[in-house]
């Protein structure tokens, strides 16, 4: 069984900042990427960003230069530092690890129950 378990969401005022981190536990052989993806009410879901297991990084447009995706090897684990957090960016954040189980030879996609993070004007 593997586990993606989030933290750090909440309520924070316009232009302030935010850390979310997710856990992976589980019988896992390997980690490939591990990302944020974020909701909107009635809206899609959508990349925020993403960062591969050398570390290699991509951003969506609407964060790039505000949010730094991070991730700890050894812990197997991924960080979002949000900084200048706008209204907008109010959404459910979901991380994503695309892993290998133990004993497998394919990696899929594994995602976090979700955590809210509200902006306020």
């Known amino acids: 069984q593997v586990q993606l378990v989030e933290s750090g969401g909440g309520l924070v005022q316009a232009g302030g900042s935010l850390r979310l981190s997710c856990a992976a536990s589980?019988?896992?052989?390997?980690?490939?990427?591990m990302g944020w993806y974020r909701q909107a009410p009635g809206k899609q879901r959508e990349l925020v960003a993403v960062?591969?297991?050398?570390?290699?990084?991509n951003y969506a447009d609407s964060v790039k230069g505000r949010f730094t995706i991070s991730r700890d090897n050894a812990k197997n684990t991924v960080y979002l530092q949000m900084n200048n957090l706008k209204p907008e960016d109010t959404a459910v954040y979901y991380c994503?690890?695309?892993?290998?189980?133990?004993?497998?030879?394919?990696?899929?996609?594994?995602w976090g129950q979700g955590t809210q993070v509200t902006v306020s004007s």
């Open positions: 960062v591969n297991h050398d570390g290699n990084t």
């Open positions: 994503t690890a695309n892993l290998v189980r133990s004993g497998s030879w394919w990696g899929r996609d594994y």
């Open positions: 589980g019988s896992i052989s390997v980690i490939k990427d």
